[in-house]
């Protein structure tokens, strides 16, 4: 849900000067996408996306995030791709901020994901691993493990109003990440915020990839343990094995993940539920009032750590080891 | 800012199969209108919108609204149209709501509107009033002077908290609307709701008016008030007569206005800035945390009402009662 900042139609007919994509026809606000503002921009060549680049994405980031989009692109990853202006350049101002044209993609992202889209996701991302590994920007993990005590100490004081015994949780299984957190993983771009309503389908076939404002590199295998959060779990919050299976199944036919990554696996998924629940929290706690933003349920991803903290090994996930090794 | 019910693309399938408008290649929320659920949706044939009524639409108001607009572009007036199913409905069920595909409508509504903004709207608004004449249907307007006072009554206890005096200021007000409210001036089909986001331009030509969700039989001049009240007044709440004065000049210059309707245009628009200060105030104090809708501020329109109080007659207006009469 967004549109934070407001485009006035001589701002946009003065801007579109510097592109080769014709006059304007219409722009609507779009309802996707909760950090920037976005329209869908007509113009007289075509379809695409406008988007206005809000505070909580760092200026000095968009270059990384627009440049990848491009690279993967050329790499056979369908995702959405900036529009240049004449002079080259993907970013330019409107409305006093960082703005980009980009292009429309078509597809629907899955509301109800089905064992169909965790294969489609499964293999996507080890593709994604693949083609960011000539890519020659580097972005750091803010929100990576040593991100999480300072999300913490934020919210501390306050989470035992939102379930009683969360502070004790949180603090104990910081302190486990923290010491257990893998240091010699196969690391490379990952895209970080690989949720359903990222990924694009028309009529079952993956269409797309979307929302790059989380990639950065880290360790490849945190992304598949994000995507097993992300997609394997039902709205009765029990884990789906099979959609595990076929995820990583999908995954490791693309990129085979070593048996390091594999025994680091369930920390990993610990880690990224720990990662979502933070950011959660602190978006759910510091809502302001007249927000335009539903905070999503930080309790759903409670469930997720607790069940993340009983997975013995990734046969738990639904696959043996030998299956996926090198 | 609008997505209150969402839809699955299985859904979406089916619901299209009614329709001759090819299979769909994405849908997306808008971020527009503010009562029901919007969709930007792509077929294999063109670009529709997909509106979700929500439950302040009453669903045996909507063949009103959707016979209106047909009935409408069908003399001429630039609206969106109902796209009809197979067996030439205009209104299905989709996701448990009415649902409507609606025609694609070029044009951005003005950020700032300018005097040769409100020249377009008077024109629109006076041939939209000669074209509703003949149309059949009625929609009594539940938001008119007998309206008012169940919204008063709805916040009385709580609007000091906005603004001291505020009660006082309402109170007699309401007594005086319905006092001297005209009841033998010209009616017919009315917007009711014309505000800026509601009219579409294309670099300065209106090239659409939208949203006739609140259209209904009332006083035509009582139309022409709603507008005076939401394009004649600057950010700094200053009253622009040069705006005024184009909006009835361009509006008689299609449908005169009567010496009874100039002389009773004054009261109309305080009973518009009522209306809208009224409806306003009931979402200001009745929003509930985790609403996507921010309410809009209530307080300018109390500005406007004390205005329209000091208005003696349309001389304030900028325009000479001789030049408007028919």
Redesign the interface.
């Given at each position: 849900?967004?549109?934070y900042t407001?485009?006035?139609?001589?701002e946009?007919?003065e801007f579109l000067r510097n592109y080769d994509i014709g006059?304007?026809?219409?722009?609507?606000?779009?309802?996707?996408g909760v950090e920037n503002s976005n329209f869908?921009l007509?113009t007289t060549t075509g379809?695409f996306f406008l988007t206005l680049y809000e505070k909580r994405v760092a200026v000095s980031d968009l270059p990384f995030f627009l440049g990848l989009m491009t690279h993967l692109a050329s790499h056979g990853i369908t995702c959405p791709q900036p529009v240049k202006t004449r002079r080259g350049e993907a970013l330019g101002t409107l409305a006093g901020r960082p703005a980009a044209i980009i292009g429309?993609?078509?597809?629907?992202w899955?509301?109800?994901p089905r064992v169909v889209h965790c294969v489609a996701v499964g293999r996507a991302l080890a593709k994604l691993h693949l083609a960011g590994q000539d890519f020659p920007m580097k972005r750091v993990n803010t929100l990576s493990v040593l991100g999480w005590r300072p999300l913490f100490d934020m919210i501390a004081s306050r989470v035992d109003t939102l379930q009683h015994g969360l502070h004790a949780l949180l603090s104990e299984e910081l302190d486990h990440l923290e010491k257990f957190w893998p240091k010699h993983l196969p690391d490379g771009v990952i895209h970080a915020d690989l949720f359903p309503d990222n990924v694009?389908?028309?009529?079952n076939r993956l269409s797309g990839l979307i929302d790059f404002y989380f990639a950065c590199n880290d360790i490849l295998a945190y992304d598949v343990a994000i995507c097993l959060n992300a997609w394997c779990f039902e709205n009765d919050h029990s884990f789906n094995v099979t959609k595990a299976r076929a995820l990583l199944n999908a995954y490791s036919h693309e990129r085979k993940l070593s048996a390091d990554e594999q025994e680091a696996l369930p920390l990993l998924a610990r880690g990224a539920a720990m990662r979502f629940l933070l950011t959660r929290l602190v978006d759910s706690l510091n809502?302001r009032?007249?927000s335009?933003v539903?905070?999503k349920d930080p309790l759903e991803y409670v469930r997720r750590l607790r069940f993340q903290q009983g997975v013995a090994s990734i046969r738990d996930y639904g696959v043996e080891q030998s299956g996926l090794v090198a």
């Amino acid at each position: 849900m967004a549109v934070y900042t407001d485009v006035a139609e001589e701002e946009l007919t003065e801007f579109l000067r510097n592109y080769d994509i014709g006059k304007h026809l219409s722009y609507k606000g779009i309802a996707e996408g909760v950090e920037n503002s976005n329209f869908l921009l007509h113009t007289t060549t075509g379809y695409f996306f406008l988007t206005l680049y809000e505070k909580r994405v760092a200026v000095s980031d968009l270059p990384f995030f627009l440049g990848l989009m491009t690279h993967l692109a050329s790499h056979g990853i369908t995702c959405p791709q900036p529009v240049k202006t004449r002079r080259g350049e993907a970013l330019g101002t409107l409305a006093g901020r960082p703005a980009a044209i980009i292009g429309f993609l078509e597809g629907a992202w899955p509301r109800k994901p089905r064992v169909v889209h965790c294969v489609a996701v499964g293999r996507a991302l080890a593709k994604l691993h693949l083609a960011g590994q000539d890519f020659p920007m580097k972005r750091v993990n803010t929100l990576s493990v040593l991100g999480w005590r300072p999300l913490f100490d934020m919210i501390a004081s306050r989470v035992d109003t939102l379930q009683h015994g969360l502070h004790a949780l949180l603090s104990e299984e910081l302190d486990h990440l923290e010491k257990f957190w893998p240091k010699h993983l196969p690391d490379g771009v990952i895209h970080a915020d690989l949720f359903p309503d990222n990924v694009l389908f028309l009529r079952n076939r993956l269409s797309g990839l979307i929302d790059f404002y989380f990639a950065c590199n880290d360790i490849l295998a945190y992304d598949v343990a994000i995507c097993l959060n992300a997609w394997c779990f039902e709205n009765d919050h029990s884990f789906n094995v099979t959609k595990a299976r076929a995820l990583l199944n999908a995954y490791s036919h693309e990129r085979k993940l070593s048996a390091d990554e594999q025994e680091a696996l369930p920390l990993l998924a610990r880690g990224a539920a720990m990662r979502f629940l933070l950011t959660r929290l602190v978006d759910s706690l510091n809502v302001r009032p007249g927000s335009l933003v539903r905070p999503k349920d930080p309790l759903e991803y409670v469930r997720r750590l607790r069940f993340q903290q009983g997975v013995a090994s990734i046969r738990d996930y639904g696959v043996e080891q030998s299956g996926l090794v090198a």
